[in-house]
């Protein structure tokens, strides 16, 4: 099924719908956010997503502060968790104007909301919702996004696939409009980062599940995993967005700077392009080519009227001239004979011959 979003329309037969996730990028600053909008509308996304959580809702500081050290791309951070979490946040009244900055420049504005609270907050102002990797399990906040009745877009991060089928299904028994996105949720901008993207996984998707739309949730920087995911058939793809790597903050080194987000935008329309139709047709723009470089039967010699053609008398040459007889039909001239003279390399037509 297709999915509308706005003046987008989401599907396998239309174009790929680009999400720059601003995230943390705005480093707490309103003005900041509004920037990131305008840079994501210029580079070619079609939505600026952001992400609604609390410290106090989304994570555990004494949880955090029990673990044997920080692992994974948290390793890095100089502040606690809890701490980063809670100068990343978003605060509530923000929504209404990062969603009229949207409406002003023309960008669709949605965000992730990762409680309750912040679900029902977002209704008013979304069109869809986003539920990140580490949700998948949660279920009940899963049905609560998905009974808003708007599509839903699912990133299935460090989860097995019995995870992504039970996710799935409750959803479905809501809400049809679903986008079910492959994603991995290393952060830290690794190069080994590429071998487990793991792509293939798409076809997965698209076997168990051809009723949902498919889509790639990605944290590395080349534009292959990119044209991959969209050649395996998503037509969603989302990346973090900032108008700089060299910032400090938790999403800007993993993020795509506008030129490489245009340069993304600009190599999958042409690949979009490329991927064409699945039938096998000679193309418009090879039909003269068809003529000058396929092969058609012509005298190999002055063949008289009257004489019965042989093998040795038929010449199989360029350019495949229309009407002529191609080269696969040679057994069915052979043995036939000439109605007329003809010269050494005319072509041979049916007209020509007779039994």
Request: with cysteine; net charge negative.
């Amino acid at each position: 099924m297709d999915i509308r979003i706005g003046s987008h329309i989401i599907g396998p037969s239309h174009p790929t719908y680009f999400i720059a996730d601003v995230a943390a990028n705005h480093d707490g600053d309103l003005e900041r956010a509004k920037l990131l909008i305008r840079l994501a509308k210029e580079a070619g996304a079609d939505a600026a997503k952001f992400q609604n959580f609390r410290a106090p809702k989304i994570v555990s500081d004494y949880g955090f502060t029990h673990m044997d050290g920080q692992v994974s791309h948290q390793a890095s951070w100089k502040k606690s968790v809890f701490q980063v979490y809670k100068e990343a946040s978003i605060p509530f009244e923000w929504t209404q104007l990062l969603k009229e900055e949207c409406d002003r420049v023309g960008i669709d504005y949605f965000s992730a909301p990762y409680d309750f609270e912040a679900i029902d907050m977002l209704d008013p102002y979304v069109q869809m919702y986003k539920a990140g990797s580490g949700e998948i399990d949660w279920i009940e906040a899963l049905e609560r996004m998905a009974g808003k009745g708007k599509p839903f877009f699912v990133a299935t991060g460090a989860s097995t696939i019995g995870e992504v089928q039970r996710a799935v299904h409750a959803i479905l028994k809501i809400n049809p409009q679903l986008v079910l996105m492959q994603c991995n949720t290393n952060y830290t901008a690794s190069p080994d980062n590429y071998d487990h993207l793991h792509l293939n996984v798409l076809k997965t998707y698209a076997v168990m599940f051809p009723e949902v739309i498919l889509g790639l949730s990605d944290h590395t920087h080349a534009l292959a995993p990119v044209l991959g995911a969209v050649t395996l058939g998503a037509r969603v793809i989302e990346r973090h967005f900032t108008d700089s790597n060299q910032r400090e903050g938790p999403d800007h080194k993993f993020a795509m700077n506008p030129e490489n987000w245009a340069r993304m935008v600009e190599e999958t329309r042409l690949l979009e392009r490329a991927l064409g139709s699945g039938d096998k047709f000679v193309a418009a723009n090879e039909e003269q080519t068809a003529v000058i470089q396929r092969r058609c039967l012509r005298a190999a010699r002055d063949i008289q009227a009257g004489e019965t053609l042989t093998r040795e008398m038929i010449d199989v040459l360029r350019p495949a001239s229309p009407g002529a007889i191609k080269p696969h039909e040679i057994p069915a001239v052979i043995g036939a004979k000439a109605l007329h003279d003809l010269p050494a390399g005319k072509e041979l037509r049916w007209v020509d011959l007779g039994g």
